[in-house]
């Protein structure tokens, strides 16, 4: 059974870090596209970061440079370290993993498998920015 947890959220003061961690059961991140996806109040779902299976990483502009994405491929996770946190950082995020990419918008808990692909989000976490 495939599952997704993400972990180690919580709430920090402005200029504050926080490493949030996706551990996965049921397959393997190795040969996925990871992400970190985030959606505020009343906002819509946004990309955070992801890396690619050929390795390659993306950010959004509005945390490159503030933001890192790592996988450990032995301990089958995910982390994003999150460094110089703002108040509009303030977000439910997820953790997802995905064989072409994602096709939906935030959808806690997701677990689709559709021939050879494949789709997988994570419950989500909150993350609280006090400025």
């Known amino acids: 059974e495939v599952h997704l947890v993400e972990s180690v959220g919580g709430s920090v003061q402005a200029g504050g870090s926080l490493r949030l961690s996706c551990a996965a059961s049921?397959?393997?991140?190795?040969?996925?596209?990871i992400g970190w996806y985030r959606q505020a109040p009343g906002n819509e779902c946004e990309l955070v970061s992801t890396i690619s299976n050929n390795g390659r990483t993306l950010y959004a502009d509005s945390v490159k440079g503030r933001f890192t994405i790592t996988h450990d491929n032995a301990k089958n996770a995910v982390y994003l370290q999150m460094n110089n946190l703002k108040h509009e950082d303030t977000a439910v995020y997820y953790c997802?993993?995905?064989?072409?990419?994602?096709?939906?918008?935030?959808?806690?808990?997701?677990?689709?498998?559709?021939?050879?692909?494949?789709?997988?989000w994570g419950q989500g976490i909150s993350v609280t920015v006090s400025s």
């Open positions: 049921g397959f393997t991140f190795e040969d996925s596209n």
């Open positions: 997802t993993a995905s064989s072409n990419g994602i096709t939906v918008a935030c959808f806690a808990g997701l677990v689709h498998n559709y021939g050879d692909q494949f789709e997988y």
